[in-house]
């Protein structure tokens, strides 16, 4: 379906997207020069910045996919402009995930905007439009690790590979976390579409809790060690060390004292 069912102003991209696109940008020179006066500082508004933007694309890949499926809602709803304050649940897509970042290092998988499913009609169509939010992180992992899988890093400050082993590492974290076929993730809504209508009636009940289910479970050791090991692997592939990661996230953290390993 066409994008000319929806008004110009609903497609126009929002002050609030690019102000924080810009954010971005200048603790992204400012991580490369060395510019700041604590570097750590930097890399924390790099990363945080950066890491809303990956939010904010996630869900319009969701609004976008669904417009050409059929559901034109999606423009009024203010969801193609990559306002993260148009959500449906801006606590679940923006706050919680960033907060998580902050606390605990993860990509945490975020709240969906709200499709209408009944105006999207095709199994395909509705698996496509769960499949685009974790296809999004996907992209952004791949350009955050183009530098490290290229070999490409000569010339670029250790403080920046740092930073970006980090924001790759939450973007693969994002994805295999969303990936999971858990109701309330997209995942399921991948596959949901395929299974049958008794089989869908009985998990419905559990739908709000599979979220806060798959949270709990990182807590438990034999499921926490068996996710990072998978995303270890995974970095492993993009040709992203462990140093980088874990030095990036030591400099994010940077109200803690940074281990001289990690110096730059």
């Known amino acids: 379906m066409s994008t000319a069912t929806t008004r110009r102003p609903e497609r126009r991209i929002s002050p609030v997207f690019l102000a924080i696109l810009a954010v971005m940008a200048v603790t992204g020179w400012a991580v490369w020069t060395d510019f700041a006066a604590t570097l750590g500082l930097a890399v924390f508004l790099f990363v945080t ?7 904010c694309l996630h869900e319009y ?3 976008r ?25 801006a606590w679940l897509s923006i706050i919680l995930p ?26 395909w169509k509705h698996s496509l439009i769960s499949a685009a939010g ?34 790759a590492f939450l973007q693969v974290t994002a994805a295999l976390l969303n990936l999971l076929p858990v109701p309330g993730l997209d995942g399921y809504g991948i596959v949901e ?7 869908k009636r ?3 009940p ?28 995974l970095m492993r592939t993009l040709g992203v060390a462990e140093e980088s990661r874990y030095c990036g996230s030591q400099l994010y953290r940077f109200w803690q004292e940074t281990p001289e390993s990690c110096q730059v």
Not at 65 to 89: E, F, M, R
Not at 193 to 199: A, D, E, F, T
């Open 49 to 55: 910045s950066a890491w809303v933007v990956s939010l």
């Open 202 to 204: 009985q998990i419905e």
């Open 98 to 123: 960033v907060l998580f970042v902050i606390m605990g290092g993860i990509g945490l998988p975020g709240g969906a905007v709200f499709i209408e499913q009944g105006r999207v009609k095709g199994r």
């Open 61 to 63: 890949a969701h609004a």
């Open 206 to 233: 559990y739908a709000p809790y599979g979220f806060f289910i798959v949270i709990a479970l990182l807590f438990v050791p034999a499921v926490n060690g068996a996710f990072f090991d998978a995303i270890d692997a």
């Open 193 to 199: 579409p395929w299974l049958s209508y008794k089989l």
């Open 134 to 167: 974790p296809l999004a992180n996907v992209l952004f992992a791949l350009v955050c690790t183009a530098p490290f899988w290229l070999d490409a890093l000569d010339g670029v400050p250790s403080g920046f590979q740092y930073a970006l082993g980090f924001l």
């Open 65 to 89: 996919t669904a417009l050409h499926g059929g559901d034109i809602t999606v423009g009024a709803k203010g969801y193609l402009t990559l306002n993260p304050l148009a959500y449906t649940h």
